[in-house]
């Protein structure tokens, strides 16, 4: 796997060889994280579980603070009287009185008619930055995004120049959305498989 250094070296010879601001590690850091949050905004390049423990007289709970938007969520509704284990519930649907809705950016509000003790929520967590302490460690992408990287850290670098969006950090920003759009149009990424009804039956939570 691609580390952040090798990241830096490749934009300071190719997408920022041209700008002063390619000795500015802070800066391309930067750029760096911005994008790998950028990726993350378009795949689902990584998914938690996060076990919510029911509180009686609770309806609302936290989410983890590298939240940024829920895949799914399974917990026990009983129907016709049975206690279906591990039952895939809906997502902010204001027609279904079982659905889980997003109150605030990083809160969940459960209704009354999810049972159990637990509730599952799958989630796709926001990348872990890079530091200047964490250069010589693998990115959080698979190597094909790589391209795409290097094309937005270009994007961000020549567009600091003077502030606007100049013609080359607009051919940049071009160039990331064609490397974007070459991965989902050839399935360059396999997205695991988001049920984790399974899981969470193996684990006993529900």
Do not use: C
Not at 59 to 88: H, K, R
């Amino acid at each position: 796997m691609t580390t952040a250094q090798e990241v830096i070296d490749l934009a300071r010879n190719g997408e920022l060889k041209q700008l002063a601001i390619k000795t500015d590690v802070d800066a391309v850091i930067g750029f760096i994280n911005l994008g790998l949050l950028e990726l993350y905004k378009r795949f689902p390049i990584e998914t938690k579980e996060f076990i919510i423990t029911m509180v009686n007289g609770v309806g609302e709970y936290s989410l983890p603070s590298d939240f940024m938007w829920i895949v799914s969520a399974y917990g026990e509704v009983p129907i016709n009287g049975t206690q279906i284990t591990v039952n895939q519930l809906p997502i902010n649907d204001e027609t279904d009185p079982l659905s889980i809705n997003t109150v605030a950016w990083n809160k969940v509000q459960i209704p009354s008619g999810v049972t159990g003790e637990y509730v599952s929520v799958i989630y796709v967590p926001s990348p872990v930055p890079v530091t200047t302490l964490t250069l010589t460690d693998p990115l959080p992408i698979p190597d094909q995004f790589i391209e795409a990287l290097l094309n937005y850290i270009g994007y961000r670098g020549h567009g600091s120049v003077d502030g606007k969006i100049n013609t080359e950090s607009n051919t940049h920003y071009q160039r990331f959305e064609a490397s974007i759009a070459r991965i989902a149009q050839y399935s360059m990424f396999t997205e695991e498989s988001m049920s984790m009804a399974n899981r969470v039956i193996d684990k006993g939570f529900v």
